[in-house]
């Protein structure tokens, strides 16, 4: 149960990061906020399942890494439906998650989970570049921080095939 949870995380994940990457770096026609929040909220009620299965399985560092990402979709989700935010406040959510998510990827890093790792770390800088981007109104930092989220969602999709497959460290990751 824990490993499907970790895989449905980093594919969820990926395929949010990847979503937030287009958005952020305004690729397509159009990019309808409502639509794009209801994604987010899809996205956070599945992380939310993905958290709920890494605490039934015991897996506590698992389930606060993903409550985070969680939380972050959640704001944008809620934030692009109703069309209205304190964007200050998100910044400082995406501040400090980034920090936490640093901290995050150092434990990985040191545990030898070499892929969640460096996933983690394109996920911190991706995190860190889009409230950077908020605070001083940059477009170039928001591109910026969408091609970090591409990459970063196509590292997590690897990830999830990774995980998947049974691959052990340091591709792979530790089983819980």
Do not use: C
């Not at 987010?40 to 709920?52: N, Q, R």
């Not at 039934?56 to 109703?82: E, H, K, Q, R, Y």
């Not at 790792?117 to 991706?126: G, I, R, S, V």
């Amino acid at each position: 149960m824990a490993l499907a949870a970790t895989d449905l995380v980093y594919v969820v994940g990926g395929a949010m990061l990847m979503t937030v990457g287009g958005v952020n770096m305004n690729l397509g026609k159009k990019n309808e906020p409502r639509d794009l929040g209801i994604v987010f909220i899809s996205g956070g009620i599945m992380l939310l399942i993905g958290v709920l299965f890494d605490v039934m399985a015991g897996n506590p560092l698992s389930a606060a890494a993903t409550a985070v990402f969680d939380a972050i979709l959640w704001m944008i989700g809620i934030a692009a439906t109703i069309g209205k935010s304190n964007l200050f406040a998100m910044n400082h959510v995406l501040l400090y998650s980034g920090i936490y998510f640093l901290f995050v990827t150092v434990l990985a890093g040191l545990t030898g989970q070499i892929l969640l790792a460096l996933a983690l770390l394109f996920l911190a800088f991706q995190v860190l570049t889009g409230a950077l981007a908020g605070y001083r109104a940059s477009a170039r930092l928001h591109w910026i921080s969408g091609l970090l989220a591409i990459i970063d969602g196509v590292l997590f999709l690897i990830l999830g095939a990774v995980v998947s497959l049974g691959v052990p460290p340091p591709l792979g990751i530790i089983p819980p």
